[in-house]
């Protein structure tokens, strides 16, 4: 998949591919929705992104793993950032999001829905 030359480039993109899902393929292997990656001139890698449903999933474990305990131990104002910061990052625009952070936050639809609206000043 590599030459030698390009390990440094595929080292610095790691990270920023499984913090987002992503999966690191052959080049020769992408397909019409994977993302070819060039360096120095030449085809190296391809990324293939996650479904929208498995980002939010992978943001969420992402969070978990920060706050070093399940978000639904969270006190309130702790899952109103959470809300918040998924808010900001696009999380409610996924098919069942609310659903999805309501469960991982242990609360019902209607708090997730009030969070959101707080933060408007509704």
Partial sequence: MTGA??????TAVKPLVD???GEL???DAAGP????LAWQGADVVAVRLPQLADSLDHILAAMERRQGRPL???DRKAKQEVVRILEARGAFAV???VETVASALGVSRFTVYNYLNRDKGA
């Fill in 5 to 10: 030359g390009d390990e440094p480039f595929i």
């Fill in 72 to 74: 639904a131990d969270l």
């Fill in 19 to 21: 913090a987002m899902g």
């Fill in 33 to 36: 929705e994977d993302v070819v």
């Fill in 95 to 97: 098919r069942h999001g």
């Fill in 25 to 27: 393929i052959p080049p």
